[in-house]
């Protein structure tokens, strides 16, 4: 018989447990002997306390206080979920925070990648075309010869008439465009003149034979 009543009030300890709910007190606050403030005061629960609340009566709460069933107003308290939700929302919030940052920094630096490689192709564009223009300048510096005295002068264009040494044809040049500059040594046959061309030197303007064409000898 005694273990039959043991075993029922264990059941119904354990079914008090289950219906049980965790709450937070957000004060301090009252415990009474029943569901209203006209009940005998028990004592006080502390603000931030965890307690179980076994029934609900209207707007007051059963708890186990000192051994015993007591009551306390359920606008004092504070579902332990929703205590924790904060806690978990912030942890979100870090989360979130830290996958923003992850983005602005890739995002960055797939920016600062795209500005130096651009930097880096202006840079290259600026090398070449300097490489152009010196080209350019070389290519368009040519040898020119006098047919008068044999003088042989590189120049962008063609030079000055004045100075000619064979006075007994005049005081002036008489220059022919012969070849454009280049790495490649050329010396004329009949007259002498030697001069670096790209190519073949043009034939026109020799002074000596007895007709006005050049000779050229590569070396």
């Given at each position: 018989m ?6 029922i ?19 301090d606050?009252n ?9 005998e ?57 830290i ?18 490689a651009?930097?880096v ?43 000619c ?9 008489n ?28 034939a ?16």
């Open positions: 005694k273990a039959r009543i043991l075993a009030v264990i059941i119904v300890l354990c079914a008090l447990h289950l219906n049980a709910k965790p709450y937070v007190t957000t004060q606050v415990v009474r002997s029943g569901a209203g403030t006209n009940y005061l028990l004592g006080t629960i502390k603000d931030g306390t965890t307690i179980e609340v076994t029934d609900i009566k209207g707007t007051w709460g059963k708890v186990s206080f000192s051994g015993s069933d007591g009551y306390v107003s359920t606008q004092y308290l504070k579902d332990e979920a929703e205590e924790a939700a904060p806690a978990k929302s912030k942890g979100n919030s870090t989360t979130i925070i996958l923003l940052s992850v983005a602005v920094a890739a995002l960055l630096a797939f920016i600062l990648r795209k500005q130096i651009a930097a192709s202006k840079s290259a564009e600026k090398v070449e075309d300097a490489v152009h223009t010196i080209t350019e300048v070389q290519e368009s510096s040519y040898w020119y010869n006098c047919n008068q005295c044999d003088a042989v002068k590189e120049s962008l264009d063609t030079p000055p008439a004045t100075g040494t064979n006075t007994k044809k005049g005081p002036n040049h220059w022919f465009k012969i070849a454009a500059a280049g790495p490649t040594h050329y010396q004329c046959q009949k007259c002498g003149i030697l001069i670096t061309s790209a190519k073949l030197p043009e026109n303007g020799c002074s000596r034979g007895p007709d006005p064409l050049h000779s050229w000898e590569k070396f």
